[in-house]
């Protein structure tokens, strides 16, 4: 007889139901975590994450073990958590959950779990808000900074949080040095995970304006960013501190074109390239005229803006057929786009 959808329906809520009875407490330690190890293994799927996301209960029961004194327990709830965050029908019961998940901060799967919700404005509006009444905000995320080994997704979550104005004047506050914590990590060489996160939120922190000369320029002796993604948003990074006259001035007085320069001769990358000349332009161009310092703030006439885009479209295509080629031929395949 074969299987109809009813039936198959039906057979996953009842082993849904059976997972919820071993995941509660009156189940009995090592029942739960059995339990908790069988819903990692179902959340390695997209299927078996929206069956879970369909049962508070057990999301309800993962957060109690993953802060409960057994570390399996603990260890393959967080993993399962990780996995739900990033299902959109968990995300909402997890926000609802958010003081628990803010308790197990800055453990790394909590990191994770809250980096993969921020990326949402609206959910990382949340976060920061939670941060704020339950505490002193950021700061519990900026020392685990001087951990040995800062949790990889440390770094994502400080991206997706500097995403928000609040979130980016609280990495910029003076008076907790947070730049000063997070510039070491554009050099990080034990997770690129970490890494990426770091210069993305320091790349978001450059929308705001007047920041310290320690976010702009590195010692001399710092090696070149291997990872290409990375090396664009370091660029896209000081493009935004050339938005004002004044920054533009900061900038060229470095000799940063010089640096700029050496690095075009060397990058291969298309997207990375195109940042690079991007900057290049605003760097030895000639200076805007009155009223029209803020590049960030000029008005672009509607048949200006329509020409760039399809610039735009024509260089992102260009870059697509040298991608292909680079496939044909058996190089790298292109990174992940990072989180912002």
Not at 22 to 32: F, I, K, N, W
Not at 170 to 183: F, I, K, P, T, Y
Not at 194 to 212: D, I, K, S
Not at 219 to 248: F, H, N, S, V
Request: charged share 25%; with cysteine; proline share 8%.
């Amino acid at each position: 007889m074969l299987e109809t959808p009813a039936m198959a329906a039906k057979e996953e809520a009842a082993a849904a139901a059976e997972l919820v009875e071993l995941l509660s407490p009156a189940a009995g330690q090592a029942a739960r975590e059995g339990a908790a190890e069988a819903a990692l293994a179902l959340s390695g799927d997209a299927a078996g994450r929206r069956l879970l996301a369909g049962q508070p209960a057990a999301m309800a029961a993962l957060l109690q073990l993953a802060a409960g004194p057994s570390l399996p327990a603990a260890r393959h709830a967080l993993g399962c958590l990780v996995n739900l965050s990033a299902e959109p029908a968990a995300r909402e019961p997890l926000l609802a959950a958010l003081p628990a998940l803010l308790g197990l901060l800055p453990g790394g799967p909590a990191c994770g779990v809250l980096a993969n919700l921020c990326r949402e404005r609206g959910a990382a509006r949340r976060v920061l808000r939670g941060l704020r009444e339950g505490g002193p905000g950021l700061e519990p995320l900026l020392q685990a900074l001087g951990q040995p080994r800062p949790p990889s997704q440390l770094g994502p979550l400080l991206c997706n949080l500097s995403q928000l104005p609040e979130g980016r004047r609280g990495l910029l506050d003076r008076s907790r040095c947070s730049v000063q914590r997070l510039l070491p990590f554009t050099q990080y060489q034990d997770s690129v995970v970490h890494r990426r996160g770091v210069v993305g939120a320091l790349r978001n922190c450059c929308f705001e304006y007047g920041l310290p000369v320690d976010l702009q320029y590195l010692p001399q002796d710092k090696q070149r960013e291997e990872e290409p993604d990375i090396r664009k948003m370091l660029l896209e990074a000081i493009m935004l501190l050339t938005a004002t006259k004044a920054g533009r001035h900061t900038v060229r007085e470095k000799g940063t074109y010089l640096i700029l320069r050496e690095l075009h001769r060397w990058e291969r990358e298309p997207t990375v390239l195109a940042a690079c000349e991007k900057l290049i332009q605003v760097l030895i161009g000639d200076e805007p005229g009155p009223g029209m310092e803020n590049l960030l703030e000029v008005n672009i006439p509607e048949e200006v803006e329509q020409q760039l885009q399809r610039l735009d479209r024509e260089e992102e295509e260009e870059q697509e057929r040298w991608w292909r080629e680079q496939e044909e031929r058996g190089s790298t395949p292109r990174s992940e786009e990072p989180s912002r």
